[in-house]
């Protein structure tokens, strides 16, 4: 049931975009996308409802397919503040509430 | 400051003792979820409780343990400590008694080391 994150790590330039995907092999009622920064707790970036909803936070966005049931986190013009860990969490149709996490890709941007 | 408060920040602790971490959520908040964050493991879902009662579950093991009190902070026991048991702990909370209306505000967790 847990959310399978790819890729595991990303090591990018400044400037350049990374792409990180969520996929279920269940029916998602949402996404959750986290960052979380070494030592500390997670913060959250989005949420994503609706089959097809795309969000943006900053120069951050996200898609979800309910369909294919997936989700991606598009990162564009990657700053150093990015760097971090990002998790999506998903909650699955006919769940229990309860939201699960990937294990996690870990973003590195480099000056 | 996310607003949710745990406590201890750090525990050391022999195998076979047990322990007891607390969390307060945000003012306002009803849910509180907790998460076991091991090396390389992700945030593994342990337990969520809204308003005082069990909402879901998940790996939790037998050993463990949690309540959710009437001024709605919560506890996590764990008991027969083992040395796999060493992880960070977070604990999170929402207003609602499921997670997808609303984000999940963390806590900045109880590092747990077991010898």
């Known amino acids: 049931q847990q959310p399978v994150q790819s890729p595991q790590a990303v090591i990018l330039r400044e400037g350049e975009d990374a792409v990180i995907n969520c996929s279920s092999s269940?029916?998602?009622?949402?996404v959750h996308w986290y960052r979380q920064k070494h030592g500390e707790a997670p913060v959250f970036l989005m949420i994503?409802?609706?089959?097809?909803e795309q969000k943006g936070h900053e120069k951050i966005s996200a898609s979800f397919n309910e369909k294919k049931q997936q989700s991606s986190l598009y990162l564009t013009a990657s700053q150093l503040s990015y760097s971090g860990t990002y998790f999506c969490?998903?909650?699955?149709?006919?769940?229990?509430?309860?939201?699960?996490f990937g294990k996690g890709t870990k973003l590195t941007v480099n000056p | 400051d996310s607003g949710v408060t745990q406590t201890p920040k750090h525990l050391i602790t022999a195998t076979g003792q047990r322990v007891t971490l607390r969390c307060s959520p945000r003012?306002?908040?009803?849910?509180v979820y907790w998460y076991q964050q091991s090396l390389d493991q992700g945030l593994q879902f342990l337990i969520q409780?809204?308003?005082?009662?069990?909402?879901a579950k998940g790996n939790i093991l037998e050993r463990f343990s949690a309540q959710q009190f009437p001024d709605l902070h919560s506890e996590l026991n764990l008991s027969s400590l083992e040395l796999g048991d060493s992880a960070l702990y977070f604990c999170?909370?929402?207003?609602?008694?499921?997670?997808?209306?609303?984000?999940?505000?963390f806590g900045n967790g109880t590092r747990l080391t077991v010898t």
């Open positions: 969490g998903t909650e699955t149709r006919g769940g229990s509430e309860k939201l699960v």
């Open positions: 269940k029916a998602l009622y949402s």
């Open positions: 994503l409802l609706k089959g097809g």
């Open positions: 999170a909370s929402s207003p609602f008694p499921g997670g997808t209306n609303s984000p999940l505000h």
């Open positions: 003012s306002g908040d009803l849910s």
């Open positions: 409780y809204y308003n005082g009662e069990e909402r």
